[in-house]
Nanobody, 123 residues
Framework: QVQLVESGGGLVQDGGSLTLSCTAS????????MCWFRQVPGKEREFVAT????????NYAYSVKGRFTLFRDFARNMVTLQMNSLKAEDTAVYYC????????????????WGQGTQVTVSS
């Protein structure tokens, strides 16, 4: 069982920055692929970024590439999503996610989810 706790959401103006953090604990946390997804009401959960358990492979959604950066802190079992140049269309609930074995960017292949944190970008 992996537990995920997110923090760092909030309200920011268009063009601003926010940092989201997710701390993972429990059996398998250190060997999990860690991801961020986001969701707006009425739409499916959307992949944002992912990093494998070694930190060797990073992948970003096209919509955030060049603006968002994902860091993995192995000592603290934490992943941080630095979000810059935020736009109104980035407004969503952001979810930290873990896949214990293997690599995926598909929400239906995720093993564990955090509770979500709201990010609102005002235009």
């Amino acid at each position: 069982q992996v537990q995920l706790v997110e923090s760092g959401g909030g309200l920011v103006q268009d063009g601003g920055s926010l940092t989201l953090s997710c701390t993972a604990s429990g059996r398998g946390a250190s060997r999990s692929t860690m991801c961020w997804f986001r969701q707006v009401p009425g739409k499916e959960r959307e992949f944002v970024a992912t990093v494998d358990w070694r930190g060797d492979n990073l992948n970003y959604a096209y919509s955030v590439k060049g603006r968002f950066t994902l860091f993995r802190d192995f000592a603290r079992n934490m992943v941080t999503l630095q979000m810059n140049s935020l736009k109104a269309e980035d407004t969503a609930v952001y979810y930290c996610a873990a896949k214990v074995a293997g690599w995926s960017t598909a929400s239906d292949e995720i093993d564990y989810w955090g509770q979500g944190t709201q990010v609102t970008v005002s235009s």
